[in-house]
Every structure is written in structure tokens, then in C-alpha cells.
């Protein structure tokens, strides 16, 4: 799936630029801008999470609640949960999103289901993966998780509002 339009691609051609920088330079340029300044419209994680799954199904997705985390067990062994958490190690450099799912995508007389991973952000949010810290590496990881999952044909992005969700569906799908 290419998402940049054709003279971008051209250029990224010629240049020999990496998928995997334009899947990041895709998700620098076409991030989602938040457009409520309202402070009675800005939302926790949790409430944009729920309105979010309510709203999916009328864009043809269904989406499952990710949880990523580790504990012991009763009996002392540690148990990974939520995708792509094999290891620490792995969990640092690509962090999966807090809504997994699919979604129903028409072309022609043809149907099929795509794989979505969608983060979800608090109302007002900005990317903070540029600077130095936990948060940043954190969203570094959380980025990176969204461009493999791009790269492979998914839909995938950041979203801090139903808005932001509706846009990343509606850019998959050449809207």
C-alpha cells in the first residue's frame, strides 16, 4: 500500500529512500492535527479509546482492546501479554497499539479484511517521540509499530480524537 502521492514516490524512487523512511516521513507529514481547542471537548486515553470502538463499526472496522504488559504468575514465571511483546528488549523498539482489529475494505466486487492497530492518544496530544526521556521512547517504539504495520499493508496510526481515527481510515482507503 502506498500511501504518498505519485511525485512523492517518484522522488523517494530516485533517491532511493528506504520503505521504512517513507512510512516514517508518511506518518511526520500526515500526523494527525488536533483541531478542538474547546477544553469541554478534550478526552482522557480512555474516553477517545471508547468513542473510538463505538464509532468503528460505521467505518467497516471491529476493534479489540490491546493490553501490553507483563506479571509473574502463581508460580513465579513471568507472563508477557498484547502483541509483539516477546521480550523487553523487543517491547522498547516497537511498541503494538491499544486498539487491534480489522477492517472491511471494498475495491471493486471484491472484499477483504485488513489488519488495524490504532494508538490512541488523550485529546490535545502532540508527538513527543523527537525529544529525550521515557515518553519519547515510548512513542518512538509506539511509531515504529505503526510503520511495520503500514509497511506490510495494515492500517495503522495515531489517534487522539474519533476525528484522527476517521482520517486514518478514510487515507487508507483513498479517501
Not at 501479554?81 to 471484491?110: M, P
Amino acid at each position: 500500500m502506498n500511501l504518498f502521492n505519485e511525485e512523492l514516490q517518484n522522488w523517494a524512487n530516485r533517491y532511493d529512500i528506504h520503505t521504512d523512511a517513507q512510512f516514517e516521513l508518511n506518518n511526520i507529514l500526515l500526523a494527525p492535527t488536533i483541531t478542538s481547542t474547546d477544553e469541554k471537548e478534550l478526552l482522557p486515553e480512555t474516553e477517545n479509546m471508547a468513542a473510538i470502538r463505538l464509532v468503528a463499526p460505521k467505518y467497516g472496522s471491529l476493534l479489540w482492546r490491546n493490553n501490553v504488559g507483563a506479571f509473574f504468575n502463581e508460580h513465579g514465571r513471568l507472563v508477557r501479554t498484547g502483541l509483539a511483546n516477546s521480550s523487553k528488549r523487543a517491547n522498547k523498539k516497537s511498541k503494538s497499539s491499544d486498539l487491534i482489529g480489522i477492517t472491511n475494505i471494498t475495491r471493486g466486487s471484491q472484499a477483504f479484511g485488513v489488519f488495524t492497530a490504532i494508538e490512541v492518544k488523550k485529546s490535545g496530544w502532540k508527538y513527543a517521540g523527537k525529544g529525550v526521556g521515557k515518553l519519547a521512547e515510548k512513542e518512538r517504539a509506539q511509531l515504529a509499530y505503526i510503520i511495520l504495520v503500514q509497511k506490510y499493508g495494515g492500517i495503522a496510526g495515531f489517534a487522539a480524537s474519533v476525528q484522527d481515527f476517521v482520517v486514518i481510515i478514510q487515507r487508507y482507503c483513498g479517501q
